[in-house]
């Protein structure tokens, strides 16, 4: 089984600064990784994927994230948040193969200030 | 992409009540995923419905609470039978596409407000 790990619930930075949100997960297979965003009162929407080859993952709205095996991580990261990355991001794992479930981590609340 | 409609949006009911939510996709897919999302809290994957089978079920999560249909490709329900106020929270509709099916895609919810 999987599990995933995100070791802030809450994360407040200044706007401009960078930001480092943590993941860590658990696995006896190789995973697939994921980073999802949720916006106040919207759905969930992909951020980036680890799936394979290159280690450093580029997503949308300037993030990006680094896939680490020997210390099982996956942590986003951006060099300068603005007050629209105000959200809740959900870290998530699923295993090796076609359709597999996704498991999300319990989630990191990024509040950017003025 | 994928475009998962769900209704309804949001919902008021009363304890030992039921409620029937419908997930329409825009195109066939062969599983589709039932999540619930407390407040404040993470998704939890309630049951993975398959078309033709019977929905597998997470732990901690039984047929009789959770009823799931999926009639065909691009539809399914998921009922929260004898509701208490435990059972309020946010009720999501995923699918997967892209390279291995890895890439969810969700529906916007169903909040629902057990009183």
């Known amino acids: 089984a999987q599990s995933v790990t995100q070791l802030d619930s809450q994360v407040p930075v200044f706007e401009e600064a960078p930001v480092e949100l943590r993941c860590n997960y658990s696995s006896s297979v190789s995973v697939y990784l994921f980073w999802y965003v949720q916006y106040p009162n919207q759905g969930l929407q992909l951020l980036l994927k680890?799936?394979?080859?290159?280690?450093l993952v580029k997503g949308i709205n300037g993030f990006e994230a680094e896939f680490n095996k020997s210390q099982t991580s996956f942590h986003l990261r951006k060099p300068s948040v603005h007050i629209s990355d105000t959200a809740e991001y959900f870290c998530a794992v699923s295993a090796y193969s076609s359709a597999s479930k996704i498991i999300f981590g319990s989630g990191t609340r990024l509040s950017i200030r003025p | 992409s994928a475009v998962i409609s769900q209704k309804p949006s949001r919902d008021i009911c009363q304890r030992g009540t039921s409620l029937t939510i419908q997930c329409q996709v825009d195109s066939q897919v062969t599983m589709m995923f039932w999540y619930r999302q407390q407040p404040g809290q993470s998704l939890t994957l309630i049951a993975t419905a398959n078309q033709g089978s019977e929905a597998t079920y997470e732990s901690g999560f039984v047929i009789d609470k959770f009823p799931i249909s999926r009639p065909n490709l691009t539809f399914s329900t998921l009922t929260v039978s004898n509701m208490s106020p435990e059972d309020s929270s946010i009720y999501l509709c995923?699918?997967?596409?892209?390279?291995?099916?890895?890439?969810?895609?969700f529906g916007q919810g169903t909040r629902l407000t057990v009183v």
């Open positions: 680890y799936l394979s080859g290159s280690t």
């Open positions: 995923s699918v997967q596409r892209g390279l291995s099916n890895t890439e969810a895609f």
